[in-house]
């Protein structure tokens, strides 16, 4: 069964800071992917990145950045410099690849609360 | 507007009654899923289909639920004999079928069963 854990509920920075948020997964397939998607108060779940289980590069985007390794399940979200914009839930998300090799259904950590302060 | 659209937004329904929510995916997308998000948790899978085709269904999906995509387009999802427990965001996602593609999701509608 697959399994992905954010060990941390909540966190608060100061604005300006970096940030980093864990996720840990948990699968029996060889072939997945992994998602980060952030949910603000206006509750609708907006994609971040998408990661194969075979490119283990990490990823920048802006102020956002991603590091995979499959050493130690981990798939673990770094925002430099936060914004009072970057507060809200923070969901890692695993899915496997069914016959094919396509991205199918979601299976969510339980998220992780970022609160950015001025 | 073309994003995911969930209708209602919102439901207040009385315990014992029959509810239906729908969802319009983005028009391309050939997948559509649906999930139940409880306050302070993940959302869970509920039921995907692939056009008009149901191909998976949670354990989570009692049989007081039932879901349809009958053209291949917009889905309802459908909890008859409503409880409590049932009160949550429902959520639905669509994405096409492919390697590298994501889910988008809708804003959801807020069930509340009083």
């Known amino acids: 069964a697959q399994k992905v854990t954010q060990a941390q509920t909540e966190i608060s920075v100061v604005e300006k800071e970096d940030v980093t948020l864990d996720c840990v997964y948990e699968?029996?397939?060889?072939?997945?992917?992994l998602f980060w998607y952030k949910q603000p108060p206006s509750g609708e779940l907006v994609f971040l990145i998408r990661?194969?289980?075979?490119?283990?590069q990490n990823e920048i985007s802006g102020r956002y950045s991603w590091n995979f390794q499959k050493s130690t399940s981990s798939f673990n979200f770094t925002i430099t410099a936060s914004q009072v914009v970057d507060s809200a839930v923070y969901f890692c998300?695993?899915?496997?690849?069914?016959?094919?090799?396509?991205?199918?259904?979601?299976?969510f950590g339980t998220g992780t609360r970022l609160q950015v302060t001025l | 507007d073309t994003g995911v659209s969930q209708d209602p937004r919102h439901k207040i329904t009385k315990r014992g009654q029959n509810v239906t929510f729908r969802c319009d995916p983005i028009?391309?997308?050939?997948?559509l899923y649906w999930y139940r998000q409880t306050l302070g948790q993940g959302p869970e899978f509920l039921t995907y289909?692939?056009?008009?085709?149901?191909?998976?269904k949670s354990r989570l999906l009692s049989d007081r639920f039932s879901a349809e995509r009958p053209k291949g387009s917009f889905s309802t999802l459908e909890i008859q004999r409503t409880e409590q427990g049932d009160s949550a965001m429902y959520l639905c996602?669509?994405?096409?079928?492919?390697?590298?593609?994501?889910?988008?999701f809708g804003q959801g509608t807020r069930l509340t069963v009083v």
């Open positions: 699968t029996r397939d060889t072939t997945y992917y």
């Open positions: 998300a695993l899915s496997e690849a069914v016959n094919t090799g396509t991205a199918s259904k979601l299976t």
């Open positions: 289909f692939q056009n008009e085709a149901q191909l998976e």
């Open positions: 028009s391309e997308h050939n997948r």
């Open positions: 996602a669509s994405s096409l079928r492919g390697e590298n593609t994501e889910a988008f």
């Open positions: 990661r194969n289980s075979f490119d283990e």
